[in-house]
């Protein structure tokens, strides 16, 4: 067996010995051949090209030749002697114009000489063509010409001979170089076939190697894919199936041997999907885009066996095979995921609904006992202008602060709503920290000291007071959990200190921490201590009240400002609680001055009060009435549309929610409305204190917003706007109070989007009015009504009151008023512009 193999062995390398030096022979008898073929090549080329030179002199000696007979014989014919020339004149050009003889031309002699012959047929030319008369007449001359050019002509083929005669000799030497290193390269070439053979073998060795392991890996991988809890399915470009492992079977109900060789499509594809397949696969196999193959995972639907579509998880990934390209699909049943997940989805619907559903009841509610409470706390105030006993006005004040308490409740709650459903608003202003704190420890001090106890505030380090910040938010928090260290601390001390840490060039960690002496908390409170409706405890006989909302509120609001609150407490000896906050530190901004109080006593108005509670109506009533002005009443919107058509007003109260029409379209019909009428200022009486709802009251139109419980002395300021307004004194709104007012309820953020709003509506407008005199002046009147209506939200009232003067003029055709507003429109617009 050895013998056999090492026998084997031997003769392969005989054969490749014996083959090698068939080849070597093969090349040298090339070599060699190629060589002689070659030089033979060369010569017969250049034998052609000296002979063409030589042709050039006989054809003009034939040329003369031919001159010399005309001038002999005049009645000699003058074709031949042209046609000899014609002859003479294409060899010159072909030694100037063809590519063999183009190398001729870097020799300086053959160069001039062939300049000079050209020059001698360009002179002659003319007379060739001419008419038999002229050229006898000039044969003499020619003759000259021609002796005088003879040399020039031999010198051309002296010197193209003597250049062809090196040339040769060049290429020649040229030519044997090559082949040397023709027979050097093919050494190296049988070197290197050498090499490769043996390479081929060591090769072929490890493909036979590779091929067992290939073939190794390959059943594996069948036991795979056959294990494999996807369905793995194999088709051809056609979309015939060529594999089909047994998660497949399981998954579409067919058995491999049911499936193989056929179209994959009408087996496992849903009937409504199956021009979409089909269009596919031809897209495929045109080298179309590929939707699917090589994306990854995608969700679509298959079909069972028994028709029943289901939603499955399909992959797709090509390959290219000696047969052409194949396509591998991996198949996931998905039917139990989905199910779960609808299931799940449907679960967070649910939870989502009860979430609005809580919040939209939060909302009502607010605004159901926000209705009664103004009923309740208005009738107080007009008691107190009664006269009444000590102790009735004693009752009178305790049932004012429990409305106030009930008040504070209700706003909590909803402080908590707009917090869980993402509307609680954060506004940044300059704050002053420590005016902030000293206020709040001053209004502490009185319960502090009924307890016994002390309180005070210090900053640890150096100090920062001037702040970006929310201070609702911010005297929220800390008046929370200063109120509480103070309501649970007894004969001790509550201790307030702030501290700030840079954290970049203008933001500041700043800290808050308060502490006290008093009772503590215990661990498994301290726990849950910020959630929700935790009191500490629910004993009947508990010493300090309070709904457990405190602290849960203080903390959402933390939260929403970027920061958190913590605790640490000892039962018995006290607790501290720290608000962390990132503060921009800003510069200190100088009180503006007290606004002064108007001097001018109000005068009687006539108000309209659109409410549908007839006690809140009531209260209203009374209180205009106790200071001197007359009301109308009607009980929803429809009503005051059509009242307010009618009569004159110098105010309208409006309620928001109402029968038959609510306050808001009630607002916008009015304004919508033609005349004097239409601008009278609304001013919305609502019990809901959303931000959002009171943005929404402004932009259908209103003036300002009045929240309930309805507050006296509210009441009498935007009186007294009006009475002043009516007099000429100032608007309905101070400007800068209107501004700040709508900041404050629309959110600084939300504020500069309208007045982003508001001045690319008045830059429309101004462009629109440059062409007015094409425009209807029903139409000017109409679009200037309604930026006018715009300009009054934003205070900007001498814009407003020009605006106003175009509507006037337009409704009363009056053309040259109208045009001579509209020049000087602009020029208002940029003097009230920086102010809003």
């Given at each position: ?44 080329s ?6 063409t ?11 003369r ?9 005049p ?238 998880e ?34 967070r ?24 409470l ?22 009178i ?58 309180i005070?505030?210090?900053w ?24 509480n ?19 970049d ?84 901004i ?47 919107g ?15 109260l ?141 205070g ?36 009230v512009?920086?102010?809003?």
């Amino acid at each position: 067996m050895t013998m056999g193999v090492f026998k084997q062995k031997w003769i392969g390398k005989a054969y490749l010995v014996l083959a090698g030096f068939a080849i070597l022979g093969a090349i040298i008898f090339l070599a060699a051949t190629v060589a002689k073929d070659l030089d033979e090549l060369e010569s017969a080329s250049s034998d052609n090209v000296q002979w063409t030179i030589s042709q050039t002199e006989v054809e003009f000696l034939e040329f003369r030749k031919q001159l010399a007979v005309v001038a002999q014989r005049p009645e000699a014919s003058l074709q031949q002697m042209r046609r000899r020339f014609d002859v003479f004149y294409s060899r010159i050009d072909t030694l100037e114009s063809a590519s063999v003889y183009l190398a001729l031309q870097t020799e300086p002699d053959y160069a001039t000489a062939l300049q000079s012959v050209r020059r001698f047929l360009d002179e002659l030319v003319p007379l060739i063509d001419s008419d038999e008369v002229v050229l006898r007449e000039n044969i003499s001359e020619m003759i000259l010409k021609a002796e005088a050019i003879r040399p020039e002509v031999r010198q051309i083929a002296n010197s193209a001979l003597d250049y062809f005669a090196t040339e040769a000799d060049r290429r020649r030497q040229v030519f044997a170089t090559t082949l040397l290193q023709l027979a050097v390269l093919v050494l190296v070439l049988i070197f290197v076939l050498a090499l490769a053979i043996y390479y081929l073998r060591r090769l072929n060795l490890s493909n036979i190697k590779r091929r067992r392991e290939l073939q190794e890996s390959a059943e594996r991988m069948n036991t795979v894919i056959e294990t494999s809890l996807d369905g793995v399915i194999v088709v051809d470009c056609t979309g015939h199936i060529l594999a089909f492992n047994a998660a497949a079977e399981s998954i579409f109900g067919y058995r491999t041997e049911e499936v193989m060789g056929k179209t994959l499509g009408p087996l496992i594809v849903p009937d409504h999907l199956q021009a979409a397949h089909s269009k596919g696969m031809k897209r495929l196999r045109s080298g179309g885009e590929r939707y699917v193959v090589g994306k990854g995972r995608v969700e679509l639907e298959g079909k069972r066996s028994n028709g029943e579509v289901f939603p499955v998880e399909l992959a797709v990934q090509a390959a290219n095979t000696e047969a052409g390209e194949i396509f591998v699909a991996f198949v996931r049943d998905i039917s139990a995921s989905v199910k779960a997940e609808k299931e799940l989805i449907s679960a967070r619907d649910q939870a989502l609904a009860a979430d609005r559903l809580k919040t939209d009841f939060l909302a009502t509610m607010s605004h159901e006992i926000r209705t009664p409470l103004n009923g309740l706390l208005g009738n107080l105030a007009l008691i107190q202008d009664t006269k009444l006993s000590p102790q009735q006005q004693r009752y009178i004040r305790n049932m004012e602060t429990s409305g106030d308490l009930l008040l504070r409740h209700v706003t909590d709650v909803l402080d908590i709503s707009r917090y869980d459903v993402g509307k609680l608003a954060v506004r940044e202003v300059p704050v002053n920290i420590g005016d902030l704190v000293q206020a709040i420890v001053d209004n502490q001090t009185g319960m502090a000291a009924s307890n016994d106890t002390s309180i005070e505030w210090k900053w640890i380090g150096k100090p920062t007071e001037w702040v970006l910040s929310d201070p609702d938010r911010l005297q929220h928090i800390l008046m929370n959990l200063v109120g509480n260290a103070v309501k649970f601390t007894h004969d001790g001390q509550v201790a307030v200190s702030i501290s700030a840490k840079s954290l970049d060039a203008d933001t500041y960690e700043v800290q808050f921490a308060v502490s006290d002496t008093g009772q503590g908390i215990d661990d498994e409170l301290k726990e849950r201590i910020f959630d929700d409706f935790v009191t500490g405890t629910t004993a009947y006989d508990r010493k300090v009240g309070g709904t457990g909302l405190g602290l849960s509120i203080a903390r959402r609001f933390a939260t929403a400002m970027g920061g958190e609150i913590t605790v640490d407490s000892v039962v018995g000896e006290g607790s501290t609680f720290r608000v962390t906050l990132p503060l921009k530190v800003t510069d200190p901004i100088t009180a503006d001055a007290p606004k002064p109080i108007s001097q001018h006593p109000q005068i009687g108005l006539h108000v309209l009060i659109v409410e549908d509670n007839e006690i809140n109506r009531a209260v209203v009533r009374g209180m205009l009435h106790a200071d001197g002005h007359t009301a109308t009443e009607v009980h929803d919107g429809a009503a005051a549309v059509e009242i307010a058509a009618k009569k004159d007003f110098d105010l309208i109260l409006m309620d928001i929610s109402m029968p038959i029409m609510d306050g808001r379209a009630a607002t916008r019909a009015i304004r919508s409305g033609a005349g004097k009428r239409s601008n009278v200022p609304i001013v919305a009486l609502t019990a809901n204190a959303m931000a959002k709802e009171q943005e929404a009251f402004i932009k259908d139109g209103m003036n300002g917003v009045l929240t309930k419980p309805l507050s006296r002395r509210a009441l009498k300021d935007v009186l007294q706007r009006i009475s002043d307004e009516i007099r000429g004194n100032e608007i309905v709104m101070d400007e800068n109070e209107n501004l700040n007012d709508m900041r404050e309820i629309l959110g600084d953020e939300t504020y500069e989007q309208l007045k982003v709003q508001f001045i690319e509506e008045v830059d429309e407008l101004h462009t629109w009015l440059v062409d007015h005199p094409n425009h209807e002046l029903n139409e000017i009147a109409a679009r200037c009504h309604k930026v006018a209506g715009s300009a009054a939200v934003f205070g900007a009232t001498d814009y407003r009151a020009a605006l106003i003067d175009i509507e006037n003029a337009a409704k009363a055709d009056q053309n040259d008023k109208v045009a001579t507003v509209i020049m000087a429109l602009p020029a208002v617009w940029n003097a009230v512009k920086e102010s809003i």
